[in-house]
């Protein structure tokens, strides 16, 4: 797909002044980042992509057990929504987690050790597809009840603000999640203590098969109204919008620009999980091939490069070479790494006793000998 095509299937931006000041950013071009700089974000959609597709194939030969949610299609969002972002700064999200955590600085090696269940798991194969972790680069989790994660990303932009640090929160869910509870329990306060938290609404149109405009009577911009939070539309298809606005909107919340909510728009390329159609009763088969052929962010990428001089088709089969060993090497680890020691059934999962009671450190006391405790 040419640039002008790119151009033309781009969803309106909303820009200009917002509520309370905050501008949402946009109007990035090209030519505003280096070679070097648009190499890196092809070569990190590639390695997503690339990854998401391994993961598929040991999936369907059974190397990988449990729920599977891939994030083909979205690719640009998960790089453009989340490299801004400093390494102490934190990102919590849904179940569809696999390239945010990758985005977030995890190595693909520990990610598809825990999506195969291994002990050199990011969460030592306990939590596998769905539980990604890596406290570490400051990724949250990897949460599979959706809009559970929502209100741990307004403690954690609590935190920053208590501590006086200028760290920020930045807090994934999908469309589904915006008629839970907790998302109005968490904009809510995170406005009325003006918190550092972005709350970004990765709307691919779908919750598992149900359109967003059956179980909304408003468009998703307008879902934050009436907390007094800013809202913002990005074409999150579009890696060089995406991470330029979010470059942008960080530094503003960073100086104290309060909650800010996003509306990434995305469209997701393959079923809801490894155990669903890519398409069905809920969309056809045309509309789905018909977003690939013109909203894939690898190709729109790809292509205005291509015409800009700025890579040669060698140059991407090099990178792409590259990028499929580095999978097959991540595979490799998983591959090669022993299961969880059943010994250690009971370390970091919340029935851990240690010297402080219970896990959370909440001052309770296990029963000695019952790894579990036993007061409630
Ligand atoms: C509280 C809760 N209700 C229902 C489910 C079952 N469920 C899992 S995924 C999903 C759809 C979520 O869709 P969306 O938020 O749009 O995210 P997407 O899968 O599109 O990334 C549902 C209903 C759940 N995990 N948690
Ligand atoms: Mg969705």
């Keep these: 797909m040419g640039t002008a095509e790119a151009e033309a299937t781009k969803p309106s931006k909303t820009s200009g002044e917002n509520g309370n000041g905050t501008s949402s950013p946009g109007g990035a071009k090209l030519g505003d980042f280096s070679k070097e700089e648009l190499h890196r974000f092809m070569r990190a959609m590639l390695l997503f992509r690339r990854f998401e597709e391994k993961a598929e194939e040991a999936y369907a030969i059974g190397k990988i057990g449990g729920f599977c949610h891939l994030h083909i299609g979205q ?15 934190w990102v919590i999200t849904a179940y569809r987690d696999h390239t945010q955590a990758l985005a977030k600085g995890l190595e693909p090696g520990p990610v598809m050790a825990e999506l195969y269940g291994r002990d050199t798991g990011s969460s030592r194969g306990k939590g596998g597809s769905m539980h990604i972790f890596g406290a570490e680069q400051g990724f949250m989790g990897g ?7 929502m209100p741990m990303a307004a403690g954690m932009a609590f935190a920053a603000k208590y501590r006086g640090t200028d760290q920020v929160c930045v807090c994934f869910m999908g469309d589904a999640a915006v008629n ?8 809510n306060m995170a406005a009325i203590w003006k918190l550092p938290a972005i709350f970004v609404v990765e709307n691919n149109e779908y919750g598992m098969g149900t359109a967003f405009s059956r179980v909304s009577a408003v468009p998703m911009i307008q879902r934050a109204d009436s907390f ?3 809202a913002h539309t990005v074409d999150a298809q579009d890696i060089i919008e995406t991470w330029s ?3 942008d909107l960080v530094k503003q919340v960073r100086e104290g620009a309060g909650p800010q909510f996003v509306e990434a728009r995305t469209y997701r390329f393959k079923g809801h999980s490894m155990s669903d159609p890519v398409s069905g009763t809920y969309r056809s088969k045309e509309e789905v091939d018909g977003r690939v052929k013109e909203q894939d ?4 990428l790809r292509n205005r490069l291509f015409e800009a001089d700025l890579m040669t088709e060698e140059e991407l089969d090099a990178m792409d070479d590259e990028v499929r060993k580095e999978v097959d090497e991540a595979a490799d680890f998983a591959d090669e790494a022993p299961l969880p020691d059943p010994a250690e059934l009971y370390s970091h999962v919340y029935a851990e006793i240690n010297e402080h009671g219970r896990l959370f450190f909440d001052g309770r006391d296990g029963e000695a000998g019952h790894p579990g405790g036993g007061k409630d």
């Design 143 to 149: 949460h599979g009840i959706v809009g559970a994660q």
């Design 297 to 300: 962010p690898i190709a729109i």
């Design 180 to 187: 839970q509870g907790a998302f109005l329990e968490s904009l």
């Design 228 to 230: 007094g939070v800013p």
């Design 75 to 89: 690719e640009a969002g998960a790089l453009g929504l989340i490299d801004p972002l400093r390494q102490d700064d």
């Design 245 to 247: 606005f979010m470059d």
